[in-house]
């Protein structure tokens, strides 16, 4: 017997109260791809950091990815709450509004002036 997951990720029926819930999710969206952004970006320096700041870059980048993914999932549960479907496409969340993907090979110092400008 094989079961089924029936969803409706549109769900029309959501009461939010909200005069314009679309101008309102797609604002959590944008906030949200940039939170996500911020949770990939570190993380790709945690596993790729070298040289004497390992250590300490290793723990910060650790620390911050991880209190950026609390705070994505929170924004993405308010845009369900909201009856939207959080957005699924990988790619774009981790991109960011340049369009770039994060360099791995940078130095360690460069790590933390990247992460820098980007908070």
Known sequence: ?????????????????????????KAVSEVLAETYRLV????????????????????????QYTGMFTAADVLAERIRALGKPAPVNPAALAAGPDGEDPDAKLSANKFVRVLLTDH
């Not at 017997?1 to 009461?15: G, I, R």
């Not at 990939?40 to 650790?62: A, C, D, R």
Request: no cysteine; net charge negative; aromatic share 8%.
């Open 1 to 25: 017997m094989t079961t089924k997951l029936e969803q409706d990720p549109s769900a029309d029926h959501a009461k939010a109260d909200i005069p314009n819930t679309a101008s309102v999710t």
């Open 40 to 63: 990939l970006k570190p993380q790709t320096y945690h596993w790729n950091v070298t040289g004497p700041l390992f250590f300490s870059i290793h723990e910060m980048t650790e620390a």
